[in-house]
């Protein structure tokens, strides 16, 4: 797979079947993250930043060394990188809600292809599928993933989204407690003058972080 089949197949095959309005979870793997404009990095060819900088009508000339060019690209380039499959979908009324890298746990299609995979391997108990029955296999598997089944696989992943949120809440108490037992800086300390501040031992900068279970 890469970028282009990618499109080729979502033009093709998956939009005409979408329903209006729908919202699309999509992964950070390399062929779903095709930039549109994207800008060249400082190890790029002089041509290729030359190309890029006069295709988005930015003065240059072929005279310029390879710092400058990079300085124009860093100034003009684009804040946000915008896909090309994000355009295509969004351009037929769809929106793209785009997962966190390295967090495929929360795309509930990871367990529908787990359980896919399961079946597959209780098909193959003499480990001789010919390709023929491999195809056959796989589409038995995909037929058994039911409604049932994704309304069970969205729910956990919605648990599993609702822990990280309160973890991440827990982790910034822990961290803002932390600083607030070593003496974090407030209008009170900025008035005392730095020959009247007490030095901190190492044995009181070592304090542990405040327990966040109820143990």
């Not at 355009?87 to 795309?107: D, F, I, Q, S, T």
Request: aromatic letters at 6%; hydrophobic letters at 35%.
């Amino acid at each position: 797979m890469n970028g282009n089949n990618f499109e080729k197949w979502a033009e093709e095959k998956l939009l005409p079947n979408l329903p209006q309005k729908s919202v699309i979870v999509m992964d950070n793997a390399p062929y779903h993250c095709h930039q549109e404009n994207k800008a060249p990095t400082k190890y790029a060819v002089k041509k290729e930043m030359i190309d890029w900088l006069q295709s988005n009508n930015i003065q240059c000339s072929a005279d310029m060394k390879k710092f400058q060019l990079y300085e124009l690209i860093e100034k003009h380039k684009p804040k946000e990188k915008v896909y090309r499959i994000d355009v295509a979908l969004k351009r037929r009324g769809h929106a793209v809600l785009r997962l966190p890298p390295y967090m495929c746990e929360l795309n509930p299609i990871e367990l529908a292809w787990a359980k896919i995979k399961r079946v597959v391997k209780g098909n193959n108990i003499r480990g001789d599928l010919s390709l023929t029955k491999l195809e056959e296999a796989t589409r038995e598997a995909q037929s058994s993933v039911s409604k049932i089944d994704w309304e069970g696989f969205t729910n956990h992943t919605l648990k599993l989204e609702q822990h990280y949120w309160e973890q991440d809440g827990l982790m910034e108490d822990a961290i803002d407690k932390f600083v607030i037992e070593l003496g974090g800086m407030d209008s009170s300390d900025s008035e005392v003058s730095d020959d009247s501040e007490e030095e901190i031992s190492d044995s009181e900068l070592a304090q542990p972080l405040p327990s966040t279970s109820d143990d």
